[in-house]
């Protein structure tokens, strides 16, 4: 079992920047991702990192705008949020795969959350107009 906590949430004008930060409990050599829900909609992916190669890839609504990283020797992900938007608004979540998860599903689509079987709790992003 991995255990994820997320941090760096908060509340900035639109125009501002965060940077999110999730820590595993252990390392997790697969798939880790962000992903956010908005009140009163689906939960969806936001970024996903190929741990083990770097490999990123973006929802379009983010593209340019939030960077997915790693730091391996901390066992830390995060998110970079700039020029955020009110539609950026919601509780970010942090995922990672399981082996079983990777060996089925690999690690190339952002937006799959059955892809991931750990989750963190999750912290609230709020931005204003």
């Known amino acids: 079992q991995v255990q994820l906590v997320e941090s760096g949430g908060g509340s900035v004008q639109a125009g501002g920047s965060l940077r999110l930060s999730c820590v595993a409990s252990?390392?997790?050599?697969?798939?880790m991702g962000w992903f956010r829900q908005a009140p009163g909609k689906e939960r969806e992916g936001v970024a996903i990192?190929?741990?083990?190669?770097?490999?990123?890839y973006y929802a379009d609504s983010v593209k340019g705008r939030f960077t997915i990283s790693q730091d391996n020797a901390n066992g830390t992900l995060y998110l970079q949020m700039n020029s955020l938007k009110p539609e950026d608004t919601a509780m970010y979540y942090c995922a990672a795969q399981r082996q079983e998860d990777f060996a089925r599903w690999g690690c190339t689509y952002y937006n799959e959350l059955r892809q991931y079987s750990y989750w963190g709790q999750g912290t609230q992003v709020t931005v204003s107009s």
């Open positions: 990192i190929a741990t083990y190669g770097g490999s990123t």
């Open positions: 252990r390392n997790t050599p697969y798939c």
